[in-house]
């Protein structure tokens, strides 16, 4: 038994030698290999024995990085590795023949390497590994594999029209330029751009990817969908431009007494303007499509508009002349709004206190009458309305109508948003 144990250790002792012979070459083989390959090799043709066959080319991407998408000059770089396959038949060798060397790790200026560009580029086109001197590994089966980690800045077409919870597909399309562009097909063995070393952006979601070959194996196509992280923009310019907004509507609800209605609203006119001008600074210059948000920014800004107007149209009512009657069609609206609307009018400091109060009292029997039902053609039934009570009775209905307008805008442009960011 022991004798059995004994010849069992010498046989797995001398295996392993044996393999470690194999395994073990010298830098001779690997010079004597690198210079048998070398010669008469031509690194200008294709490297095919039957040039009339055509080189597959194996071509995938490793997604790394983004590290920059700017939407105003249509424009994207990230950073992806981009790793290239295919055959030399020229480069096959017998291990054997050189102490078991099966693999050689060579610089690509002594080998034929594939022309594959970026066609949409941003800047100027240059092959993967932009022409420098890289690293090739080759097989002794003649497969060598090319890994080149690139920047490419690529054109993308925005759509802004759900800013700031848009979302963008932006294409990158590379091919194999001439001379043997008709020779090389290009093939890949995934659906989808490698994420596996993907450092995540601040400011963009890499959603998915998507990788297809098209025209016949001459083109391969990367499709980035990117979705915006919006909370920025949110407390920065949306959440301003609503409590603006509102605020602007208060404009009806100050006193007219205090003289500062028309400075009040021209102020936030002046600051949603200034939120439009940066909104137009973030997005293209382009028509179509145009964000939802700056519509809804113009929308604020002709409100903002009617309130100052409505406010110049109050003011010079609640300063007409008193001695003037109110009459016509204005006398008729007031009577009306009047049955709605309690208005108190406070005695002017500037009449002697007799006159102050022979107005209110004009004002409380008025009050009296309007409780019931009387005909505008009576003489006798029909109150009488002052030039300041009118004054209030339209900035109470500005105040209403400007309230329900920016709520139902307010509503509409954010159920509109949730439906396409959800």
């Not at 080189?55 to 983004?66: G, N, S």
């Not at 690139?150 to 194999?176: E, G, I, N, Q, R």
């Not at 929308?299 to 003011?315: D, P, Q």
Request: hydrophobic content about 45%.
């Amino acid at each position: 038994m022991s004798l059995l144990r004994g010849f069992t250790f010498i046989l797995v002792i001398s295996v392993i030698s044996c393999v470690a012979q194999v395994r073990s070459y010298m830098m001779s083989d690997v010079k004597q290999l690198l210079e048998d390959k070398l010669t008469d090799y031509n690194r200008d043709i294709r490297p095919m024995l039957n040039q009339t066959e055509d080189l597959i080319l194996d071509i995938h991407m490793e997604v790394a990085a983004i590290v920059e998408f700017d939407e105003v000059n249509q424009k994207i770089i990230i950073t992806a590795p981009m790793i290239l396959q295919w055959s030399d038949e020229s480069l096959v060798w017998n291990p054997a023949d050189y102490g078991g060397v099966d693999e050689l790790i060579v610089k690509s200026r002594h080998f034929w390497t594939p022309s594959v560009i970026l066609t949409n580029t941003f800047t100027a086109m240059t092959p993967i590994g932009g022409g420098a001197d890289i690293d090739l590994v080759i097989k002794s089966n003649g497969g060598v594999t090319l890994n080149s980690p690139d920047v490419f800045s690529a054109t993308c077409d925005p759509d802004v029209t759900y800013f700031p919870w848009d979302k963008h597909t932006c294409t990158l399309l590379f091919l194999h330029t001439n001379p043997y562009t008709n020779h090389v097909i290009l093939r890949t063995n995934s659906t989808k751009a490698g994420t596996a070393y993907y450092a995540p952006h601040r400011a963009w979601d890499l959603e998915d990817t998507e990788v297809k070959i098209s025209a016949g194996g001459a083109h391969y196509e990367v499709s980035l969908h990117l979705r915006r992280r919006p909370l920025f923009v949110i407390v920065n310019l949306i959440a301003p431009v609503i409590l603006l907004s509102f605020l602007n509507v208060l404009t009806f609800l100050t006193p007219t007494e205090t003289g500062e209605r028309l400075s009040y609203s021209i102020t936030i006119l002046l600051a949603i303007a200034v939120f439009l001008t940066i909104v137009g600074d973030d997005l293209p210059k382009i028509s179509s499509p145009m964000s939802v948000f700056s519509y809804y920014l113009l929308a604020v800004l002709s409100l903002s508009c009617f309130i100052i107007f409505a406010t110049f149209y109050s003011l010079n009512l609640y300063h007409m002349d008193e001695n003037k009657e109110v009459t016509g069609l204005w006398k008729s609206i007031a009577i009306l709004l009047k049955r709605r609307y309690s208005v108190k009018v406070e005695p002017d400091s500037s009449e002697p206190p007799d006159l102050a109060e022979n107005k209110l009292a004009d004002v409380d029997t008025e009050k009296k009458v309007t409780k019931g039902p009387f005909d505008f053609n009576s003489a006798t039934e029909a109150p009488n309305i002052t030039w300041k009570e009118l004054s209030k009775l339209v900035d109470r209905v500005c105040f209403v109508v400007c309230l329900a307008v920016l709520l139902l805008g307010s509503t509409m442009f954010f159920s509109l948003l949730n439906a396409a960011a959800f």
